[in-house]
């Protein structure tokens, strides 16, 4: 029982170059949501996904965009990697209702040189 | 959504009860008050979530006054290891943007 997967755990990327950061979980929760955490700040939420089939913008969504494929997985890419996109990326999922609350990933590594 | 303000650092010792007080004046009848455990290079725990009066588990409590307008975070009897960030968060808790702020960093000292 893996709960919240995220991969890669680490990537080095150019300026310009894209990439897909994958999230996968197992524990059938039917919200998902995509964070950016930089060195000494607090999370900052760039998409979610309330139930499957439906995705909303954050509070930072400029320069990435998102799938919901299935109930399981949530992907976010970046299209065109700027510098400023160097991060540490946090998956979450959240089941809903009384007693809940959100269940995170280990995170993915991100520089984008 | 309703804004939460906490202190930004705190220093504690080993053995000492710590309090973390969190205020979210707006605070909408629906919505619940979560608490999360971050430590370096992990993403965040769930530590204690309650809707209003006292709630206990084996790691903290949470007090939470009739208006519902601030929540303490009550972690006792530190030790070196609860060095973390810690979050407070208040939502409905389904499918909502919900927004962390810039946490608590708690420091337990020997």
């Known amino acids: 029982n893996a709960g919240v997967t995220q991969t890669p755990k680490f990537q080095v990327l150019k300026t310009g170059q894209s990439m897909t950061l994958q999230c996968a979980q197992d524990?059938?929760?039917?919200?998902m949501y995509w964070y950016r955490q930089d060195p000494g700040m607090g999370l900052r939420l760039i998409y979610y996904?309330?139930?499957?089939?439906?995705?909303d913008k954050g509070e930072v969504p400029n320069g990435y965009n998102v799938s919901r494929l299935n109930k399981r997985e949530f992907s976010l890419r970046l299209e065109s990697a700027a510098p400023s996109q160097t991060s540490v990326y946090f998956c979450?999922?959240?089941?809903?209702?009384?007693?809940?609350?959100?269940?995170f990933g280990d995170g993915t590594r991100l520089s984008i040189l | 959504l309703a804004k939460t303000t906490q202190p930004i650092s705190m220093d504690s010792y080993e053995g000492q009860e710590v309090n973390i007080t969190c205020s979210h004046n707006?605070?909408?009848?629906?919505?619940?008050i979560t608490w999360y455990q971050q430590f370096p290079s992990q993403g965040p725990r769930f530590i204690i979530q309650?809707?209003?009066t006292k709630v206990t588990n084996e790691v903290a409590s949470l007090f939470i006054p009739a208006d519902r307008k601030s929540s303490t975070l009550s972690l006792p009897r530190v030790s070196l290891s609860d060095t973390a960030v810690y979050y407070c968060?208040?939502?409905?808790?389904?499918?909502?943007?919900?927004?962390f702020g810039p946490g608590t960093r708690l420091s337990v000292l020997p």
């Open positions: 979450a999922t959240l089941r809903g209702g009384e007693a809940n609350a959100q269940h």
């Open positions: 524990m059938n929760h039917n919200s």
């Open positions: 707006n605070i909408a009848t629906n919505d619940y």
């Open positions: 309650g809707y209003k």
């Open positions: 996904s309330a139930s499957e089939g439906t995705t």
């Open positions: 968060l208040v939502g409905i808790n389904y499918g909502q943007n919900f927004v």
